[in-house]
């Protein structure tokens, strides 16, 4: 009997050197073994022919697989299919940065992602962290079964929230540790830090930063103890973060030492009816100031080690002791004079507190200074002041700096201003818009009216839209902002569509 | 008043994603002015960069576009963005055509009236009779040389060949100068098979096998029965004009639209839409060319995967029948359930012989399965609650069908063949999504 593999093997080399002579075929190729051609090479060629319809009749013979898990059921219904178009269109052709506004409504109202999108979504937020957290709201129980199976995608769905297991703090990865000591934390704050100081010495540097800054959740006098003995920690990083949350317990021998400190640098000195502030330079750090975070050494050469010193030193102490000492409020002593030119080093301290205290007086009234030095190291930009202000304040602020077109300062301002945005800085985006739009050099407002059109109000969507088609369409030739414009219009119109699509 | 279009209805119009994209853009009111509607007419002024608008109407009985714009994608984005608003109520019903669409509508009857009327050229019987022997000589001529070519590569070995990727072109071409087109097709693909890796000298003998199985078939085109002589003459290249086919009589059926699929790396690029009868369980494919692999004009191109078209169906001679060419239309693609699944896998494999049975030169055969897809190496699985499982070959994103399944059994439709199943639609709920 001549099968399939001995007919390949005569072919091959060439029945001219290997002659093969087929008497029989294997059935059912069989019953046809008369009618093969008295020619060799016809024969081989016929047995060919019937032997490969055999085999392509009959070949796929059905292999067991095992049997895979089920995907539990979903309660919550999937996203309308118009609305799922317009996602999987942003997913292929952007912008991108538009999906995670869209998920989270969809989720608040209750949606989970189609099946079909699924892999699409996990995929780009893979490689896109801003897409995670909102994928993982949307994935559903669908989305947290395809994750299971695929690798990569499973700590997408894991970046919506860690469980809190039993024994994590025994055998879990560090994330899922630092969640069960939050959890803990929140719920018995002393039972978390007598764990945690139980074992920790035993932690790795990085672990104890990431489990110190978990106690700056319900911090109380009672945590001084351990943070004073933190400061005293190998890693630099670890009593940097013991230091930040001594300094917010104001009653704390910590705090008691930078005020100490910082009220032998300061002080009014009245002349008639002026006042100023005269600046006395501290003395050379000794072993305690060190261990309060006091770093000697400047970090670049233009600036002195004494003016260094100073401005940690104003920095560490809680704000509050500059009222009571030096006789006035926050708003008045910024506008005070600085004696010896030392303004941006007392300045650069008071912006490190307001910002690390989260303190909005401060913040305001350092603001309203408008303090620009040269470029220089440790100084907090604007933007970190503004971040302590009410949101409506930031957007007071941003609004401000595009009525005075100072736009170098505005796109960052405005990155500061979450969404949705309020009329008055509307208005004002609109203003800067209208006085460019004719200018044959315009302002690059590109950023600006990105941003816009993902953060205006969905309220308002539609008028904006309009609005901006028609500035655009009425825009004299060959300028450049009406492209923009219509980009932005036509994300507006996006947004607008796609919740429109979810009711 | 015709009912509007679904927008996947509209999109699959598109020639292209970046058409649909754009589309989708324009589909609001703010570009769009004097729009209109009638019951076969949709219109409307685009405004564009230039300083006069761009005159769009769309006849929907073709459907037929115009727009006076200079791109030259078919149909353009205003045409599309004009349906796509019009499809979701945006377009307000008008008692009659603006001016300038009520001229275009006039011409295109006029054209048509005319076209109607024009004489038929007579066919000279005798001169078309002359024609079909002198290519019937022409093509015995070629297949007896590929014949003498095909004896030699077995007497001489086929180890000659080892990694060549274009060893068969010579006789390719001599086949296309034979007029058999088909014939050259198959070689060119086996041209590439000694560079195909192991096991390729199986592969190119089957092939070998196959090609003098038709050779010897043709040889005896006058004794054969004639529809098997039909399936014959289809796979050597004879071409078979569409209007020869459309006095075949007509298969009255709702047809469901299985699925779609585009070759675009064929010698032209085409679509395949696979159909259904709803009533006879028939299957059928239509087939729709473009050179440019741009298929929005192409109203046989335009069936969304789920939707169910009534429709007279055409079959292309030979057996088992499956090419058809779409008739008289008696109304647009609905919405339509999943198709019910004919065949568990086992059953499905006999289809497949018997297939084989009638025409052993078939490479695929429409299917409609029910099974969980499994991953697998080196391919997926599509697996029976049995735990019985058949390859998935070809499948772009196979997580798209396991994210359908959530490890339940799916309906898919798509192309069953000797190595495998190849998916093409699958359905979610009762909505169909192209894999």
Wanted: glycine fraction near 8%.
């Amino acid at each position: 009997v001549t099968n399939f593999p001995e007919l390949v093997a005569a072919a091959t080399v060439g029945i001219a050197q290997r002659p093969l002579a087929i008497t029989e075929l294997p059935a059912p190729a069989g019953a046809h073994v008369t009618i093969l051609d008295p020619d060799p090479a016809g024969a081989v060629l016929d047995a060919a022919a019937l032997l490969d319809a055999a085999r392509r009749a009959g070949r796929l013979m059905p292999v067991p697989v095992s049997a895979a898990p089920v995907a539990a059921p979903d309660a919550a219904p999937e996203i309308p299919p118009g609305a799922g178009l317009l996602i999987e269109e942003l997913l292929q052709h952007g912008p991108v940065d538009v999906v995670p506004e869209l998920l989270g409504a969809a989720a608040r109202a209750g949606f989970r992602a189609p099946a079909p999108l699924l892999p699409a979504l996990l995929s780009a937020a893979t490689s896109n962290s801003g897409l995670r957290a909102v994928v993982a709201d949307v994935a559903g129980e669908r989305g947290r079964w395809l994750a299971a199976q695929h690798p990569d995608w499973l700590p997408v769905v894991d970046a919506g929230s860690l469980p809190i297991v039993d024994d994590a703090w025994q055998i879990g990865r560090p994330a899922e540790r630092r969640a069960w000591l939050a959890d803990l934390r929140r719920r018995d704050p002393d039972a978390a830090r007598d764990v945690l100081a139980a074992g920790w010495t035993t932690e790795t540097g990085d672990d104890r930063v990431a489990f110190l800054t978990v106690l700056a959740e319900r911090l109380s006098a009672a945590d001084e103890t351990f943070l004073d003995a933190a400061l005293d920690d190998r890693k630099a990083e670890v009593r940097r973060t013991a230091g930040g949350l001594l300094a917010r317990l104001p009653g704390s021998a910590y705090s008691a030492r930078a005020r100490q400190r910082a009220a032998n640098v300061l002080s009014i000195e009245r002349r008639a009816l002026r006042r100023r502030i005269v600046v006395t330079l501290p003395p050379e750090t000794d072993d305690a100031a060190r261990r309060d975070g006091l770093d000697p050494k400047p970090p670049n050469k233009f600036l002195g080690a004494k003016a260094w010193l100073l401005v940690q030193i104003i920095a560490a102490a809680p704000l509050d002791l500059w009222p009571d000492l030096l006789g006035d409020r926050a708003d008045n002593l910024v506008s005070l004079p600085v004696a010896d030119d030392f303004t941006i080093d007392v300045h650069a301290g008071w912006r490190i507190a307001a910002a690390r205290q989260r303190d909005a007086g401060w913040a305001r009234a350092l603001l309203r200074v408008d303090d620009q030095p040269p470029p220089r190291p440790g100084w907090p930009s604007d933007e970190a002041l503004a971040a302590v202000l009410p949101v409506e304040e930031r957007q007071a602020r941003a609004a401000a700096l595009l009525g005075r077109a100072a736009l170098d300062r505005v796109d960052a301002a405005l990155q500061g201003c979450p969404p949705p945005w309020g009329d008055a800085l509307v208005n004002a985006v609109r203003g800067v818009v209208m006085r460019e739009v004719r200018a044959v050099q315009p302002a690059p407002l590109g950023p600006v009216l990105a941003l816009a059109a993902r953060r205006l109000p969905i309220e308002r969507a539609t008028e904006a839209a309009a609005d901006f088609r028609r500035i655009a369409d009425e825009a004299p030739p060959r300028t450049v902002l009406p492209a923009a414009l219509r980009r932005a219009a036509d994300i507006l119109d996006l947004r607008r569509r796609f919740i429109e699509e979810l009711r | 008043v015709s009912a509007r279009w679904s927008v996947e209805q509209v999109l699959s119009l598109a020639p292209d994603p970046a058409s649909a994209s754009a589309a989708r853009k324009l589909a609001q009111p703010p570009p769009w002015s004097d729009t209109g509607a009638t019951d076969t007419l949709v219109w409307g002024l685009c405004a564009g960069s230039g300083k006069t608008p761009y005159q769009t109407i769309v006849d929907l009985t073709g459907p037929a576009y115009k727009c006076s714009c200079p791109s030259r994608k078919f149909p353009c984005k205003h045409a599309l963005g004009l349906l796509l608003l019009w499809s979701g109520g945006g377009v307000p019903a008008a008692p009659a055509p603006a001016d300038y669409a009520k001229a275009w509508q006039d011409s295109r009857v006029e054209r048509a009236a005319a076209a109607a009327a024009r004489p038929r050229p007579q066919r000279d019987e005798q001169a078309a009779a002359k024609r079909a022997e002198q290519r019937a000589q022409r093509v015995t001529a070629g297949l007896e040389e590929l014949e003498i070519w095909l004896r030699d590569q077995v007497r001489n070995g086929l180890s000659g060949v080892a990694g060549s990727y274009r060893h068969a072109e010579g006789i390719a071409a001599r086949m296309i100068d034979a007029q058999a087109p088909g014939v050259a097709g198959r070689l060119r693909r086996l041209s590439t098979v000694p560079a195909s890796g192991d096991g390729w000298p199986a592969r190119l003998l089957a092939g070998y096998g196959q090609l003098h199985l038709l050779a010897r078939a043709h040889a005896q085109l006058d004794v054969l029965p004639p529809e098997f002589a039909a399936t014959v003459r289809s796979h050597v290249g004879y071409q078979v004009s569409r209007e020869s086919v459309l006095e075949e009589p007509a298969v009255r059926e709702d047809w469901l639209v299985l699925g779609v699929r585009d070759v675009l790396d064929a010698t032209i690029p085409t679509r395949r839409t696979y159909l259904r009868g709803r009533q006879s369980g028939r299957y059928a494919l239509v087939l729709a060319f473009d050179p440019q692999g741009m298929f929005g004009g192409n109203p046989d191109a335009a069936l969304p995967p789920g939707t169910v078209l009534a429709a007279d169906l055409h079959f292309y001679p030979g057996r088992p029948p499956l090419r058809a060419a779409i008739g008289e239309r008696r109304g647009d693609p609905a919405p339509a359930d999943p198709p019910d699944v004919p065949f568990d896998f086992a059953d499905q494999l006999r289809e497949w012989a018997a297939v084989l049975a009638l025409d052993p030169w078939a490479s695929d055969w429409p299917a409609v399965l029910r099974g969980v897809p499994v991953p697998g190496e080196p391919t997926w699985l599509l697996a029976e609650p049995t735990g019985d499982g058949v390859p998935l070959l070809h499948v772009a994103d196979p997580w798209v069908l396991a994210a359908v399944s959530g490890g339940e059994p799916v309906i898919v439709a798509g192309e069953w063949s000797a190595d495998g199943f190849r998916p093409v639609t699958v359905w979610h709920g009762t909505a169909a999504v192209p894999l």
